[in-house]
């Protein structure tokens, strides 16, 4: 394995760990990022279930997006999720950034996450 997924996996590992420490039943919202496409779900720790789910490959989105790999493209995402999130009945979360930076496209998705009505 290269120097630098080892350091990324660490970064993951170091994130979860304290977002899991001060969780407090709370369900986490993960994002993943990729170099095409952003991908977001609300999961709940104590039995792994995904709650609700979003990401700029989904049919609802697949039209209105351009790129998918662009800040819109977050934004849209984030609230596409937070519209199905509260759907599920989940208003608050954790959010788990992995090991992304909280900027750009991720800082694009918590903030139209949170403008959709959920709370972190």
Do not use: C
Not at 23 to 30: N, T, Y
């Amino acid at each position: 394995m290269s120097t630098t997924r080892i350091q990324s996996q660490r970064r993951k590992q170091r994130t979860r760990h304290a977002i899991k420490a001060s969780a407090h039943g709370r369900p986490r919202l993960s994002v993943h990022r990729s170099g095409r496409h952003i991908y977001a779900q609300i999961i709940t720790d104590e039995d792994g279930r995904t709650l609700a789910a979003a990401s700029s490959i989904d049919t609802d989105l697949k039209g209105k997006l351009k790129v998918g790999a662009s800040k819109d493209a977050a934004a849209q995402v984030g609230k596409l999720l937070g519209e199905r999130a509260i759907k599920a009945g989940v208003k608050e979360v954790v959010f788990d950034r992995g090991s992304y930076l909280f900027h750009g496209r991720v800082k694009a998705l918590a903030d139209a996450a949170r403008e959709a009505g959920l709370a972190f």
